[in-house]
């Protein structure tokens, strides 16, 4: 389903995509999560919508792992950080090292969806994290990342042409259907 406005095309995909953002902006309004917490779910969600239920499935798989990945690997950069006292050459030495180990890993897993966002939650987390909260603060992402994909993954699983429901329904019909025959 698509309309089409001269070269401008309006899909479902970018229906789906404005909705989830819709649904994040109020569920983090709602639950004072605030505008950060609004960031992370909506990118996770942009992310993991995909035009099949299948590659949604697998990008938002992706994308939690790889933001699971990218937290913990920037808690221990904290920690390192920390140990040596905010010295900008073990900044400059260990934050590529580890986006260096986090695409390794994510490309050892076949996890590619996830990749930019394993390596955006990292910088993110390490560059932005609050002194007392780095363990907390970086939970709190991971949490926002799954919240999105969580969003993105129910949106796909009702709105799209091969999604488990619909499936359930076709087949709901197709019975009916042979029975009045």
């Known amino acids: 389903m698509s309309f089409q406005f001269g070269r401008f095309r309006l899909g479902l995909r970018t229906i789906k995509t404005a909705l989830a953002i ?3 902006l109020i569920f983090t309004h709602l639950f004072h999560r605030g505008q950060s917490a609004a960031m992370i ?3 996770a969600a942009i992310i993991a919508i995909r035009e099949s239920y299948t590659a949604t499935l697998h990008a ?15 808690v221990v950069y904290y920690f390192l950080y920390i140990l040596s ?3 900008f050459a073990v900044q400059v030495i260990l934050l590529p090292f580890f986006v260096l180990i986090n695409i390794v890993i994510m490309d050892g897993f076949d996890l590619h969806p996830g990749l930019v966002g394993a390596n955006a939650t990292l910088l993110i987390i390490a560059l932005t994290i609050t002194e007392t909260d780095y363990v907390i603060y970086a939970v ?4 926002d990342t799954f919240s999105g994909v969580i969003v993105a993954t129910v949106l796909n699983t009702a709105l799209i042409h091969d999604a488990p429901i619909d499936k359930m329904i076709k087949k709901s019909v197709k019975k009916e259907q042979e029975e009045k025959k």
């Open 140 to 143: 709190n992402r991971v949490l």
């Open 22 to 24: 819709f649904i994040i």
């Open 60 to 74: 938002s798989k992706a994308r939690f792992i790889g933001s699971a990945l990218g937290g913990f690997l920037a």
């Open 41 to 43: 779910a909506g990118v």
């Open 85 to 87: 006292h905010h010295n």
